[in-house]
């Protein structure tokens, strides 16, 4: 049976009931899904510092599902539930399962679509990370990326509507100005929008927790695994010190 | 209903009966998967000449599925099984559904098993235009492309056995001496010797074919539309003339 | 004696006399011209679906000119007519002779006399695929793509004016906005108001024709031929069916 | 008066007392060098896994020199004594003072003293990883990595003479075969090694964390700080919880 | 002892003066520094022509402090004090001490401090060919360029107040509009504007003679030397003839 | 009529006939040649040093031929016969007429007959200077630069028979070994050989000469001229001093 990890490497509990709502909603009929958060970390990632302390935390809630006799059994695969795809080259250290986070699922996803497209994503200080990320994965000459200027948190609140709004003009001002012909939201808060901006703009809106989700399902059931052959060979056995030392690699 | 369309754009029953098979083994349940080819053409694939022909077979067969009243009803993605993606752009212009050549999806697959991956495919002729592919997909900086040295309908008949062996030898050489981490297999004929390969190598082996069909299911599952904003917009209304006369693009 | 073939890739009989005419105009005396179109086709190339039927109908008309006994004996140097170098790569399969497409040919003479530039093309539509040719040449650091949001046909007819003015509004913003110092004609139907647009800004403007019919000019005086030992090798002999069986590489 | 602290991100005593004996003996005079480690972390840094986990050390040794009243005064700059130049972007978040890593500065360096350049390092597993760090700094077209075979650890021991000879032959491979001008040392642990490895090969060898310490001195003297316009700015003020709670970003 | 020569490659009295005064004012107390400029060349360097003729200045200028008993003794690293990097290459051949052109040296110093950078130049005519160099120097993805529109010579003298608002607008623009976190001074002759500049908008303002002063004045220290074996090799022994006689290499 | 100034710029006067002579064969029958060298600089170009001194040859000779009154009338276009573009962006801004070097125009040519290349070049000091013009050119990603051991000015005299076959050693391993398709003959002195080695090894091989002869020429005929409005803008005016007083740009 095909059994997907989804860990939001935030705190914020209300972010991953979202995103695993949407998983469950969108998965064939005989994937499970299990939707959780790390025990410790930042309450979002807005930046290069939260980023940094949830990639540990999301290491530590990996840990937990691959040990030997974790409930419910082996995982076939996992998404990273963040935009930001904090962790991931680690957590495919960690695991045979295929890892996914949401920037490069949802690119993937839009380059069939779309010939050029476009993140939008709350804050500004997130626009160069996710500019390194677009670069790392060799789509630099057809995505650009632009803030709506709002929190990360405003989309869960009083404040969502507003958040809206700032979202939806940010992403028109990509149609007209930039030459994007399809939207990719780019934070897993956003994934309950999808289907209104969709609708509103008349262009394909991609989700991320919804093309990664069903990119690991599609993992699963072919049985594609990690390869350990190279930059993501299991780390070598050492000790950790202090409050990691629970996390030492072991053979 | 999900409803997949495998177009081998060759002229190859052989094939199309193999890429069919491979198609119908790995999509959930409910998903059709329609696999047929052409009605005119090149019995292969084999460099830019052959591409050229096989591109506009490739879009008269859709033009047919398209069409008001085609049978079995509307289409939700198609996949093109040809690792050149031959005519993939074109056929983009030609539907809302998603289109996805086999290159693309299994460069994407890769991507995500390995941080460095080889193409290996039959023939040297083939080594230029699949660069120039991996290229346009952004991977060139973490693909190679070797060539085995046999005709692509090798796999197909006597010679199968020797195919797969100069190709094994080849794929070996990528992990020896270019750092590949995993292996795509550069043809569609070679779909049904994945497993094998990766029980003997020991290292990821991602198939085009079953990469391609997961990718399309799931977007015709969210219900993703190739964007008619930009590149992919449908063609202008015009005339044709002479034998292509009824393939005319029409309002 | 050289003697170059320009074919036009669509069905314009205007376009292929325009083409003929600038081309005999700028060769040397003992060259000869031969301005032809394909028998059959789309009336204009505008985008991705076109091309694909238009780079058939080329390939068609060269192998009748490369048949033995061909009138008027062997040709020393192809240019294909179109902006989009349609069919170009698999026309350098078909003949040892040099094979040109107007975009290549363009940005080099551009690349000369300029250290920026832009490409003025007259529908969106084919934005996109033009900076994907900008990029397979080399160039995108700089030029850049502008449409001008006219038919490619309006160039011919009672339209003509209109679409010259907005071709040169696109070509100042270029100018103004861009940091470009000379314009490039993205359209080879633009080839007979080189001459206007070019005292009318003030900087150099380089039509598509002119360049690749004088590059091909050289390199048929220059005895240059495609190399047959990579990607422009002779298409391996196979059977085609259908209405293409004609057109079957043959030893 | 400049003050820099050193921090090796991994737990080796041994390692953070050879990286500071080596930064005090280049410093001016007038310059005050820290050494130290986290209190937690990995034992070396072979890997994301342990990278992620380093990150957070450094990070939480970097709060306390950060905070007021933090024993002896303001620090000038900050060296990543690492040659992953693991954390240094969410380090550059949490300070004004410049932030720098190894590799970033042994490239620099590097592209002083030769066109082409190589970089040796101890593991296969940190080849691809590094390979990112120089594209990310724009090096790609004149420096390669090569793997020298030998555990990190192994330069500090009974094995050191083994590892200084493996990694010299990696070193002669890629002056031979690479094109290689000059030799960076792809660990700070080979620190007290450049010279012998200077003098024996005939080429320039650089050392990162004289690099990087040099360089941040110079930052220092100058009064450069880290712009808090852009993706440096300093971390949104937000609630961490668990075992990381005390790291929070406060106003 | 440190002995940095720091070479005008124009005729401007003045810059060398303003160069030279800025570079005492930073060095570490032991370190001695030479300011010069040539014998002959031109007054100011404002493109490719200017360079030309600068470049020879610049080597024969270095030549008379390289040959035996030069007065002063060895130097120890040469600064280039010309933004352009001019002659820089050619510099790197003619002596094992490193060299340092202002653009590489500000390059490096803006990209730890900032993730995205801008560099304000005179004149227009310069954009490009700086340009060229932040894609030789690998800063293309995050640096842009842009003109204030004075004459580099509009910073010494009366219209200096004009120039230096010219030039502020400028970088403002650069702040607002491309997202630069920092400002480069494109330009030698601004490096007593640095300071001011800083303090006006509020973000890190690189000065290139700083930055290269304190460059090699590091690289002095740690004994770095140019590679002879590769682009950078002594210029094979031969003869110039003409009024370049004298400038021939010699063994 | 036209009227073609091939400036070798080495002293040379051998090569200087020999380019000559290649461009007198070549021309159209109403194409007048003239080749000359400077009247000082370097003996032969080979790295950085050598080019900086013969950029300033080049042009004080295109000065002469520029001047009102100056013998024979009006260049309408410049070669540059020197394999390393000594000087042409210098020249392009000192004159309306198109410059063009010898690397620029064969890497062209072989863009046409090949999809993928190889520069052979005398020595070893020359690789990375020329690639960094392929790279300039954007055909880093088809060409690959090898060194065949031999000093340029053996290709004239005695040891031209070894030169020749150390050339085409070099040549046979770009063949087999890097997947070139076609050669360019990386070295001015190098243009009486290229029929030969061309009936030798069976693929085309680019004369750079030749090609730069015929690009000019053609640009000529179609009055194509370099543009002022940026890079290339002629130098503004000021004073040079010294023995380059003369060369100062006028009005």
Same mark, same amino acid.
Do not use: W
């Given at each position: 049976?095909?059994?997907?990890?989804?860990?939001n490497p935030n705190m914020s509990v209300g972010f991953t009931e979202k995103v695993? %709502? /949407?998983?469950?909603?969108?998965?064939?009929?005989?994937?499970?899904?299990?939707?959780?958060n790390?025990?410790?970390g930042p309450a979002s990632i807005?930046?290069?510092?939260?980023?940094?302390?949830?990639?540990?935390?999301?290491?530590?809630?990996?840990?937990? %599902?691959?040990?030997?006799?974790?409930?419910?059994?082996?995982?076939?695969?996992?998404?990273?539930?963040?935009?930001?795809?904090?962790?991931?080259?680690?957590?495919?250290?960690?695991?045979?399962?295929?890892?996914?986070?949401?920037?490069? &699922?949802?690119?993937?996803? =839009?380059? !069939?679509?779309?010939?050029?497209?476009?993140?939008?994503?709350?804050?500004?200080?997130?626009?160069?990370?996710?500019?390194?990320?677009?670069?790392?994965?060799? &789509?630099?000459? /057809?995505?650009?990326?632009?803030?709506?200027?709002?929190?990360t948190l405003?989309?869960e609140?009083?404040?969502?509507?507003?958040?809206?709004? &700032?979202?939806?003009?940010?992403?028109?001002?990509?149609?007209?100005?930039?030459?994007?012909?399809?939207?990719?939201?780019?934070?897993a808060g956003?994934?309950?929008? =999808?289907?209104?901006?969709?609708?509103?703009?008349?262009?394909?809106? !991609?989700?991320?927790?919804? &093309?990664?989700?069903?990119?690991?399902?599609?993992?699963?059931?072919?049985?594609? /695994?990690?390869?350990?052959?190279?930059?993501?060979?299991?780390?070598?056995?050492?000790?950790?010190?202090?409050?990691?030392?629970?996390?030492?690699?072991?053979?």
């Amino acid at each position: 049976m095909t059994r997907i990890a989804v860990i939001n490497p935030n705190m914020s509990v209300g972010f991953t009931e979202k995103v695993g %709502l /949407q998983a469950r909603r969108i998965v064939a009929p005989g994937t499970e899904v299990m939707a959780l958060n790390p025990q410790f970390g930042p309450a979002s990632i807005e930046g290069y510092y939260d980023e940094a302390f949830a990639s540990v935390g999301l290491l530590a809630a990996m840990r937990g %599902l691959e040990a030997d006799g974790a409930s419910g059994g082996k995982v076939s695969g996992y998404v990273v539930a963040c935009f930001d795809d904090t962790g991931v080259d680690a957590a495919r250290c960690l695991t045979k399962a295929p890892v996914m986070g949401l920037c490069e &699922a949802a690119l993937r996803f =839009a380059a !069939i679509v779309a010939s050029r497209f476009a993140i939008v994503t709350p804050m500004a200080v997130s626009v160069r990370p996710l500019e390194h990320l677009v670069s790392k994965y060799g &789509a630099s000459s /057809q995505c650009v990326v632009r803030a709506a200027g709002v929190r990360t948190l405003d989309f869960e609140g009083e404040n969502a509507d507003m958040a809206y709004l &700032a979202l939806k003009i940010s992403a028109e001002n990509c149609l007209a100005e930039d030459g994007a012909e399809a939207i990719v939201l780019g934070c897993a808060g956003m994934t309950d929008i =999808a289907d209104r901006l969709r609708a509103e703009l008349g262009v394909p809106v !991609i989700d991320g927790v919804s &093309a990664a989700v069903k990119l690991i399902e599609a993992m699963g059931m072919l049985g594609l /695994q990690t390869s350990k052959a190279g930059a993501y060979a299991s780390p070598p056995v050492k000790t950790y010190d202090g409050i990691f030392a629970a996390f030492a690699p072991v053979a």
